[in-house]
């Protein structure tokens, strides 16, 4: 027992609290400065909880994909329909679509969300938000992101 407790305690495992706190580098903080670098569009979103960063991405309504216009008109797939309740009457503006992208599929402790990516429409636009978790710490800021963003949507 001796001998494992000495080579945690080389490893720096204390028992309780260590007399002496060492301050964390601020992790969140080099995170999104390196999100910004590399997305110089992106918008940082602050909130009661810390800083997220958000690639968002916007386009307008004249705005072609493939060969759909995002002004043409909203008709909704029978397989939506289905998982909807048939009584709220979808339009562009009232429905919100989420994916989301994770460290893995393990039911462990070990998996977590990294990014939530949002799609919805304004009357003027089609915005993309992909809100990324800059560090674990800041996981309550992210969480209450994507809660503001969600919350004035329909379905």
Excluded at 17 to 45: D, M, Q
Excluded at 117 to 139: A, H, M
């Amino acid at each position: 027992m001796a001998d494992i407790l000495s080579k945690l305690a080389a490893l720096g495992v204390t028992k309780g609290f260590p007399s002496k706190t060492v301050p964390r580098e601020n992790v969140s903080e080099k995170a999104i400065a390196a999100l910004s670098e590399r997305f110089p569009t992106g918008v940082l979103v602050r909130n009661e909880y810390g800083t997220v960063f958000n690639n968002r991405r916007s386009f307008p309504m004249t705005h072609v994909h493939g060969n759909v216009s995002l002004d043409s008109e909203f008709t909704m797939s029978p397989r939506l329909g289905c998982l909807l309740n048939d009584e709220l009457p979808l339009n562009k503006t009232n429905f919100l679509a989420m994916d989301t992208e994770t460290s893995g599929l393990n039911a462990d402790a070990s998996a977590f969300v990294f990014m939530i990516g949002l799609s919805y429409f304004t009357e003027r636009e089609l915005i993309v938000d992909q809100l990324i978790l800059p560090d674990l710490g800041s996981e309550m800021a992210f969480i209450q992101a994507i809660r503001d963003i969600v919350a004035p949507f329909d379905a």
